[in-house]
């Protein structure tokens, strides 16, 4: 099963970028599985919120 993917290009402080990668090595994640996780995290956390 293929999930729809698509690539997203972003520019970050060095800073925000070492915090994302700290925090991948801490999970043992990849730096963009890392950041997945965090906006499906805010994504439920905002739909919590509107309800």
């Known amino acids: 099963m ?4 698509t ?3 972003v520019r970050v402080p060095q800073e ?3 915090f994302l990668q700290e ?3 801490k999970d ?3 730096l963009n599985s ?9 994504k439920e ?3 919590e919120a509107k309800a």
């Open 7 to 9: 690539q997203l290009n």
């Open 28 to 30: 043992e994640r990849s």
């Open 34 to 42: 890392h950041i997945v996780k965090i906006f499906k995290t805010l």
């Open 45 to 47: 956390q905002s739909k």
């Open 2 to 5: 293929q999930q729809n993917i």
């Open 16 to 18: 925000i970028k070492d």
């Open 23 to 25: 925090g991948a090595k």
